[in-house]
């Protein structure tokens, strides 16, 4: 079975590397492709969880695989770039850190971003102290937080279910969330902040189970990974808050003292972190939660209508994806209420409020399905998913723990067809969440330029623009551009972007002018823009995100002209700067602005230097290596913990130390490390040396590899080089090309 395992997920792998080279030019062929890597070794992973008896080391493989799989295939979609909006938002937080802004650089697109920097703090680590490429740096840490995350959903689940199977279950029906392939496999907040939160709450399971100094350490464990979740994302930090409350309040008496002191640690620092930021989150959230409220009033009088299965730019959704989403929302819908209701009945009759709050939290999994019906609220209906489908995975293996016919497979023919149908109405439920989550089919795979579409706008001559500005235009300047490049000039550009109208002037009316006159040169003036980014494609079609520079610039969808676009060429004062092909970069300086110079816009050097950083690491490796008797106690800890315990004390050690490191600028480079392990490989290798013992430890290789695990990483591989080789050409190649034309 391990072999089967590495051999269907090796060659979804090389379908998707496939489904990735040729969906540019074959669209219909490159979805057919990813379709079949996605929902293959899915069915393959649950069938062997569900419906045999695997070994305990290869059903924690499988697991892991349903969490690392999914990711792997959404970041193949663009391995070279970043595709995604927000990922842009956080790469600039990040990259601040690591050119030495220290702590809450600005952020333009997105200011409440640099005040919940966990995820850039971590990844900045990684970065400064390996030495890696950045972008590699990022992949990696998005894989560490999936494996993590499903595999602290397994084990929190075995300490309430004392199954592997129902634990298998749990984390089989929370893969089925909108949200688990698209947007947690993101270089977002949410995606860390998930991680840490219920891995908190599973430490914190795990100290009560404990006892003595093991629960000691694992309830020290638990608070640190609750506060990192606190500097992490705002609402992924104030749910977790929240429930934990309702476990203090709901748990035994002899269980609620470990847990109050839990809860009291993270409300101070929410309470305290939260209202450092009221002023911002109030600016961020406040105009979000009015527009729901409004659409939800409009559309309950029966004033509006939502299209659910149609585009902004009047791209309509296939009839066999209409279905599937249907089947995922009546699925999903009839799961949460069947399943909440079993346990709110057996609540009732074994008097268990946690088991009764479980059952609530089941049951509301149908209003976030139904929130997708109000255009602002279906980004609210969709996170809020992610939330609300562990009590409902819980609920559902809670359910069908009972049922014998189904848990246990080596039973009669009627076990087998209970089975059999169970995995047939995962499988199609999964390949409904992926639908809702990716969005539609344009999102999902490289293709050429769309308007306002996320990586699809991110074409060779949109990059080579971005990377042009990097070079040539100084850092801070301020520029217009549509919403794609805009956040591309910000986090890779170092430009100061405006989009949304301030002072009472729109930049965006700009480019729905019809003709230059005095307005648009007082909206200039007065804003004190720089540079007009111009792009002609923008008159292609409507904006297939809704909206071409940021949400509401229309009380009704408008479409940008050609005429709109062309009168740049002729205004006098504007010079270019940049051209090629559709994109022109116009300078404003002839019109009589001053150049400005607005948020982070230099380098600043961090550490003490290659020398001071590895003699830094060596003094703190030596201290360890001569404390780690009195550290002992560290090794005792770490055992009782796991290896998922100690991946997310480290996650969120590491997450907390970087604050401070990078907030003072003396975050060290990959010299630390090496200092650290020249020191630490001489002390051990002088000591075994003195001991009369090897220097390395025997370790006994495999007399028989298993061919189908051989054939599986191969074609692994083999996918990852054709999908990396396929951007290589447009992202670098293509774009390099031009560059050497403007040159």
Not at 409 to 435: D, E, K, N, Q, W
Request: charged content about 15%; aromatic content about 8%; hydrophobic content about 50%.
């Amino acid at each position: 079975m391990a072999g089967t395992v590495c051999l269907i997920a090796g060659l979804g792998l090389c379908l998707d590397g496939f489904a990735v080279a040729v969906a540019p030019r074959h669209p219909t062929l490159g979805l057919f492709l990813f379709w079949e890597a996605i929902l293959a070794p899915f069915v393959t992973f649950i069938t062997v969880l569900l419906a045999a008896r695997p070994s305990r080391a290869l059903r924690e493989f499988t697991v892991a695989a349903i969490g690392v799989y999914p990711a792997v295939i959404y970041r193949m979609s663009s391995p070279l770039v970043l595709g995604g909006f927000d990922e842009h938002i956080h790469e600039q937080t990040l990259l601040n850190l690591l050119r030495g802004s220290g702590l809450f650089a600005p952020n333009p697109v997105l200011p409440i971003s640099s005040y919940y920097p966990g995820m850039e703090l971590f990844t900045g680590a990684v970065v400064r102290l390996t030495g890696m490429p950045v972008m590699l740096a990022i992949s990696l840490v998005v894989l560490l937080c999936r494996l993590l995350l499903v595999l602290t959903i397994y084990h929190a689940a075995l300490t309430v279910i004392p199954s592997r199977w129902g634990a298998s279950l749990v984390v089989v029906v929370y893969a089925t969330s909108s949200q688990f392939y698209f947007f947690n496999s993101q270089f977002a907040y949410q995606t860390m902040a998930l991680t840490l939160g219920l891995g908190g709450l599973y430490l914190l399971r795990r100290a009560q189970l404990a006892e003595g100094n093991a629960a000691r350490g694992l309830f020290g464990a638990a608070v640190l990974a609750l506060i990192a979740t606190v500097i992490t994302h705002h609402i992924t930090s104030w749910i977790v808050l929240g429930f934990l409350l309702a476990w203090t309040v709901l748990a035994r008496r002899g269980q609620r003292k470990m847990l109050a002191w839990a809860a009291a640690a993270m409300g101070i620092a929410v309470i305290a972190w939260t209202g450092y930021n009221a002023s911002r989150l109030r600016v961020y959230l406040g105009p979000i939660a009015t527009a729901t409220v409004q659409e939800a009033r409009v559309v309950l009088s029966g004033g509006a209508e939502r299209a659910v299965f149609s585009g902004s730019a009047g791209t309509p959704t296939p009839e066999w994806e209409r279905v599937a989403l249907t089947f995922y929302a009546l699925s999903c819908t009839c799961a949460a209420l069947i399943c909440g209701w079993v346990l709110l009945v057996r609540a009732i009759r074994q008097r268990s409020r946690l088991l009764a709050l479980l059952g609530a939290l089941s049951l509301a999994c149908p209003v976030a399905l139904a929130a997708h019906f109000l255009p602002t609220a279906a980004d609210l209906g969709d996170r809020s998913s992610t939330f609300l489908f562990l009590p409902l995975a819980l609920a559902c293996s809670l359910a069908l723990r009972r049922t014998h016919r189904v848990n246990r497979p080596a039973g009669r023919r009627g076990s087998r067809t209970l089975l059999v149908i169970l995995i047939g109405l995962v499988a199609a439920t999964y390949m409904g969440g992926v639908m809702l989550g990716a969005g539609p089919n344009w999102e999902i795979l490289p293709g050429p330029y769309l308007v306002s579409a996320e990586a699809r706008t991110q074409d060779p001559e949109t990059l080579a623009a971005v990377r042009w500005a990097a070079v040539h235009l100084p850092a801070g300047s301020r520029i217009v551009a549509d919403r794609i490049p805009a956040d591309l000039l910000a986090a890779e550009a170092r430009l100061w972007p405006l989009m949304a109208p301030q002072h009472g002037f729109e930049a965006a009316s700009l480019y729905f002018a019809d003709t230059w006159g005095p307005q648009q040169k007082a909206t200039v003036i007065g804003l004190r823009i720089n540079y007009l980014y111009v792009d002609q494609r923008l008159a292609d079609s409507l904006p297939y995100d809704g909206f071409y520079f940021y949400p509401g610039e229309s009380l009704t969808p408008r479409r940008i002209t050609s005429e709109n676009l062309t009168k740049f060429a002729h205004v006098p004062g504007l010079t270019v700067v940049y051209h090629h092909g559709p994109v022109t970069i116009y300078s404003t300086a002839g019109l009589g602005v001053a150049p400005v110079r607005d948020g982070f816009v230099g380098d600043r050097s961090m550490g003490f230097g290659a020398l001071g950083d590895a003699l830094c690491g060596a003094v703190v490796a030596g201290l360890i290596l001569a404390l780690r008797r009195r550290l002992a106690w560290v090794g005792s800890a770490a055992r009782e913990m796991g290896a998922v315990g100690v991946g997310l004390a480290l996650m969120a050690i590491t997450t907390l130390a970087g604050a401070a490191l990078f907030g003072l600028r003396v975050m060290p480079g990959p010299g630390f490390t090496a200092g650290a392990a020249v020191i630490t490989l001489v002390t051990l290798g002088v000591e075994r040396k003195r001991k009369r013992g090897r220097l390395l430890p025997r370790k006994p290789f495999p007399r028989r590899l298993d061919p189908l695990i051989l054939l599986g990483v191969l074609a692994g591989i083999a996918g990852l080089v054709i999908g990396i080789h396929a951007a290589w050409i447009v992202d670098v190649r293509e774009v390099s090309d031009i560059l050497r034309s403007v040159s």
